[in-house]
């Protein structure tokens, strides 16, 4: 660890390192689930994780994608500021990879889209005010849907929903 707390593959995160240099810092933390996960899911002194770092630093799509579907519990993380890794994936540059990983982190916590962060921003308010493209904002309003109807079905009394 450096001084910031953070680990080789937050490091290399920060970078944007192919695929293959992830795989192998990650498989040397241990080959187990367990040990991947707690390797996925440090925070350095900021309360950032690995997916953070690779979110804020437009990582390969491919390497965002790897680490969320090595550990989908990374999607529910917030740094020191309340950011989850969404909120991050809404801040800056958009192309279409944006898009997908955006999606994948929805799908991954379909609650993050209504979440605040610590300065009172959604995803969504975050994805407006940093010229989101439409095919991200068009996602992280189907998300806050997702979450509002499934919010609306735990609540109701009528089995009908229940079933679904």
């Keep these: 660890m450096d001084n910031r707390g953070r680990t080789a593959l937050h490091c290399a995160c920060a ?12 498989t040397s933390s241990g080959n187990d689930d367990a040990h991947i996960e707690s390797f996925l899911l440090k925070k350095d002194n900021h309360g950032r994780i690995p997916i953070h770092a690779s979110l804020a630093n437009h990582a390969a799509l491919d390497v965002m994608r790897y680490l969320l579907h090595r550990c989908e519990k990374s999607a529910e993380v917030t740094d020191n500021a309340h950011n989850l890794p969404l909120h991050v994936a809404c801040m800056g540059d958009f192309d279409q990879d944006r898009a997908v990983i955006v999606q994948d982190l929805i799908e991954a916590f379909r609650d993050g889209a209504g979440i605040f962060s610590r300065a009172g921003k959604t995803p969504l308010s975050l994805a ?13 309003l189907e998300g806050k849907k997702l979450r509002q109807i499934s919010e609306y079905m735990r609540k109701s009394k009528n089995s009908q929903f229940k079933r679904l």
């Design 15 to 26: 970078k944007r390192p192919p695929l293959q240099v992830v795989r192998v810092l990650l």
């Design 128 to 140: 407006v005010e940093c010229g989101g493209s439409l095919n991200v904002i068009h996602t992280l």
